[in-house]
């Protein structure tokens, strides 16, 4: 499974961003897609996780109310959108794919990653 992550940029405290992860490959694998944040010298952070089918999400409390994540299945793609983005929000953000929803928060339970988009968020 390869992922391409885009969407990342530079915005203003409050403004939103959409980050996109497509999928290709053998994506049937997957039972779940997940997005997860990383900020230099520190460990990777969950944010959110849905499952192949949409029916179940699962969010970080930091960014609860805040962000959302969907799917379109048509086209492989996961996106998650972000609103009321805060400074502490910078981050790079990685989307991840895996095969059990079941670990959906741990960075372990993810067998693909994609490059890494930069979000910055100015105050």
């Known amino acids: 499974v390869q992922l391409q992550a885009s969407g990342g940029g530079l915005v203003q405290a409050g403004d939103s961003l959409r980050l996109s992860c497509a999928a290709s490959g053998r994506t049937f694998s997957v039972d779940v897609m997940g997005w997860f944040r990383q900020v230099l010298g520190k460990e990777r952070e969950f944010v959110a996780a849905i499952t192949s089918s949409g029916e179940n999400t699962v969010y970080a409390g930091s960014v609860t109310g805040r962000f959302a994540i969907s799917r379109d299945n048509a086209k492989n793609t996961v996106y998650l959108q972000m609103n009321s983005l805060k400074p502490e929000d910078t981050a790079v953000y990685y989307c991840?794919?895996?095969?059990?929803?079941?670990?959906?928060?741990?960075?372990?339970?993810?067998?693909?990653w994609g490059q890494g988009t930069q979000v910055t968020v100015s105050s």
């Open positions: 991840a794919a895996g095969p059990r929803y079941r670990y959906a928060k741990r960075s372990a339970g993810y067998d693909y």
